[in-house]
């Protein structure tokens, strides 16, 4: 058989009228005329078909059935204020959490993380370190940053960096090279498929895959960096190797790059109303025009 619950404003009456043992006391707390407690406390009971609680000349007290009944409702309005307090506190800022890589999180996020809280003072920062989930799942992340074409389903998506790839090696591994065909004679660091471009690449520089030198596959972007920095082979790589660049670590043997890729910002469009969400929008999109560049 169903039961239709009575309004909870009946319940929180109740709960104010046990604690403090009083109509009078309720009444105060509440704003109401002891006249609209006592009916909302005898419409309570006539729903419940149950009494609640026993009035006396001095007190009031509760019946058996009352004093069970009273945890529950003390337990089940708590637990709703804070929930409608979280939710508040996550509309109005709060924690803003967003799933990148390490490689992203180091290389371009960490440097800016400041900036950004001084744009959004009150906003906490929370990462979420992740390879292949545009998002790791619903509600676990705000935002995620995203290496890619821009095409995610059901998601929302804003360039951020773009990003075409290149090959790079070290100075000596350079030296070493006078004309693409020449790097069969080196290792080439790969990605994990299916994210590895290098046969895309070998082909835009004219090339047949099938002719391609030995392959390492190294996993972790950084670690990737680092083995071509150390000599072990080129790396395809896109902008955020900008520090090797300037430092003379790296080197683009040829003008030869895949267009069309970049970083993104994703997101589920009814997270745009979070306030730290759209904060973060806000300030990549003058951190993008700042660098002369359109966020789209």
Known sequence: MSFRLPPLNAFRVFEAVARHESFTKAA???????????????????????????????????????????????????RLQEEIAAIKAEREGGTLTIALSTYVATRWLSPRITDFLEAAPGTKIQLQHSLDDPLPGPGS???????????????????????????????????????????????????????????AWLECAGLDPAVAGPSQIISDSNVRVQAAVDHQGLVLAD???????????????????????????????????KTAVSAFLDWARNEKAANGLRFR
């Open 28 to 78: 105060d707390e509440l704003f109401l005329s002891q006249g609209a407690v006592s009916y909302q406390i005898k419409s309570l009971e006539e729903k419940l078909d149950m009494t609640l609680l026993l009035r006396s000349a001095r007190a009031v007290t509760l019946t058996a059935e009352g004093s069970r009944l009273l945890p529950v409702v003390r337990s089940a309005l708590r």
């Open 141 to 199: 992340a705000d935002l995620g940053i995203r290496w890619g074409h821009g095409a995610w389903a059901g998601l929302q998506a804003k360039l951020l960096i773009p990003s075409p790839m290149q090959a790079y090696c070290s100075p000596a591994l350079a030296a070493e090279i006078a004309r693409p065909a020449d790097i069969a004679r080196f290792t080439l660091l790969r990605e994990e498929p299916p994210f590895d471009l290098w046969e």
């Open 239 to 273: 902008v955020l190797v900008a520090p090797e660049i300037e430092s003379g670590r790296l080197v683009a043997p040829f003008d030869i790059a895949l267009d069309g890729w970049g970083y993104y910002l994703l997101y589920e469009a009814a997270m745009a109303e």
